[in-house]
Nanobody, 123 residues
Framework: VQLVESGGGSVQAGGSLTLSCVGT????????LGWFRQVPGKEREGVAT???????RYVDSVKGRFTISKDNAKNTLYLQMNSLKAEDTGMYYC??????????????????WGQGTQVTVSS
């Protein structure tokens, strides 16, 4: 599996960004997909996941601001991020698990990873 993220950048607080992740080697319609983020010195944190039947789950801190979606025909995953805050700053990783269910948590276990794209939000 190969995952390639794009769309990161620098933005002012309150702004928006959309991250994209294109995958090869596994069909997105049959996978659990997710976005995770990490800042130096901290563990990787689950931001949002979406499973094979498009059921999504979010960490509490982004509910109502971020939207995860996918285009199975394009094997592409998205993360629309609105009302960005300084605490959203971090390296964002696209992830894929070779099973259509994501499970009840946002733990970063059992995933294949992209290389990451940096998001920086200035206050």
């Amino acid at each position: 599996v190969q995952l390639v993220e794009s769309g990161g950048g620098s933005v002012q607080a309150g702004g928006s960004l959309t991250l994209s992740c294109v995958g090869t080697g596994y069909t997105f319609s049959s996978a659990c997909l997710g976005w995770f983020r990490q800042v130096p010195g901290k563990e990787r944190e689950g931001v949002a996941t979406i499973d094979g039947v498009s059921t999504s789950r979010y960490v509490d801190s982004v509910k109502g601001r971020f939207t995860i979606s996918k285009d199975n025909a394009k094997n592409t995953l998205y993360l629309q991020m609105n009302s960005l805050k300084a605490e959203d700053t971090g390296m964002y990783y696209c992830a894929l698990k070779r099973w259509w269910l994501c499970g009840p948590t946002l733990a970063p276990d059992g995933y294949a990873w992209g290389q990451g794209t940096q998001v920086t939000v200035s206050s």
